[in-house]
Structure formats: C-alpha cells, structure tokens
C-alpha cells in the first residue's frame, strides 16, 4: 500500500505542477479521462445467457471523435457447461436516426467452464488474475468495428449496440442464438487553444479486471478517438520491478 500511496502523490505532483506550469505560460491543459477508462478500468459489464452461452459485452461505449468513423465493440463468449462453436457475431448499431450492421464469420472453438453466468461474471470482475486467464482461454474474445461515418453522429448522440452470436453446441442440432445490447454515446473533448483531452489513468494488464481492449491495443483506440495523450499507471501495490512485463 505504501506504493501505491507513494505513487498517487507523485501523479497529484505532476497534475498540479503542470497546472501551474500551464497558466505561467499562458496555456492550459485539462486531463479528461474517459468515464470507464481506456478498456476496462472498472469497466461496467453486460451479459446475456441462452442454452449454456453466455455473451459479456460493455454496459456503455463511448467514443470521442466527432463525427465517429468507426465504433469499437469487445465481445466475449463462453460456453457454461458444453463444448461448443463459435460461428458468427453480428453488429447491429441503431443511431438516433440511422443504423449500420456487419456480420463476421468465425469459427472459434468454446471449451466448457462449469460457471453459470453469475459465476462467470464474478470470475471476470473478480482478482484472481489465473482464473481470469484460464476463462479467458476457454471462451473467444474478439474486438470488431463497425463504421458508422455514413451516420454523421453529432456530439451528444446517443444509440443502442446489439451484439448476436451464433453457436453450434455439442449435442444439440439446432444453432443458439445469443443477444445482448450496449448503450452508446458520442462524446468529444473541449475544444478549445491550449487545451488537451485524454486518459489520465490507463491501468495496466497487471490487473486483472482489465479485460476488454488489451493493453497493446490501447494507443490505437486513443489515436481513433483522438486522445491527446494516456498515461499508463496503476495502483496495485506488489509489481516491483515487473513493470515492463505488464506494460510492453
């Protein structure tokens, strides 16, 4: 703990020298985080479940490039009990007054957890970095974009992202289908001289909460959304001299 305390004082410092810095020189810097973080960071979870599979998506997606061109969805799937495959996602993205779909073909074995959905939620939201990893085997993880520049959504919009998926379950003849929905809303930094957007606090994958948008794919998101800058830190006491392993 004292680490992380130590470490926490040391970002408080730089925030506040840089505040001061900026205003001595006639400019001015706001850090503005995103409301779930950068991929996970207490990142709010949904989930569906029909016939044994169970579809884990965001609660909310948030994008900060306005208009938005392309949209971001992480999508898990897991089987609880049977062996099963995975052979199809579709995105259906409904927007205040249009909508776009895409339909991507897989084909992903989904090996069985023994978890009911409670259970699996639990495990992914849960500490215990080798049973995150070991659920995360079993299941697919896959991150899909949908373009949404023909939509020209404006700052504020707001709209619904329906996920399906289809498995082939051992045993059963016919397919299961499986749907959940994601809230999303278009956001955008101020814009304004002198004035920078991004993320002051992207944990590393030293938690093991941090699920959705791994690490290595993060600068690419900042960059779609037009992140100024991130900074990657965390707060769990014991990495020591780990670091560059959880953050290269």
């Known amino acids: 703990m004292k680490r992380a305390f130590v470490i926490v004082l040391l970002l408080l410092s730089f925030v506040l020298i840089s505040l001061v810095v900026g205003r001595v020189a006639g400019a001015q810097t706001v850090f503005t985080a995103q409301r779930e973080g950068i991929g996970g960071n207490d990142m709010k979870l949904k989930a569906n479940w ?91 993880y896959v991150e899909l974009e949908i373009d949404v520049s023909a939509l020209k959504l404006e700052e504020g919009a707001t709209g619904k992202i329906n996920v399906g998926v289809e498995t082939t379950v051992d045993g059963q003849r016919e397919a299961v289908q499986t749907a959940v929905q994601a809230d999303y809303q278009a956001s955008a930094f101020p814009n304004a001289s002198g004035w920078y957007g991004g993320d002051g606090h992207v944990p590393t994958s030293w938690r093991p909460d941090v699920i959705f948008i791994p690490l290595a794919n993060r600068v690419k998101y900042a960059k779609d959304n037009g992140f100024s800058f991130i900074i990657i830190t965390d707060l769990e006491d014991g990495i020591g001299n780990k670091w560059p392993q959880y953050v290269a």
């Open 50 to 140: 029909t016939k044994g599979i169970v579809i884990v998506v965001p609660e909310e997606i948030e994008t900060y490039k306005v208009p938005p061109e392309r949209v971001l969805i992480p999508v898990f799937v897991v089987s609880e009990s049977g062996k099963a495959r995975l052979n199809h996602i579709k995105l259906d993205f409904y927007g205040p007054n249009r909508s776009a779909s895409k339909k991507v073909v897989l084909d992903q074995t989904l090996e069985p957890t023994g978890k009911s959905l409670v259970g699996i939620l639990k495990k992914l939201r849960g500490k215990d970095k080798k049973a995150v990893k070991d659920l995360l085997k079993k299941g697919a």
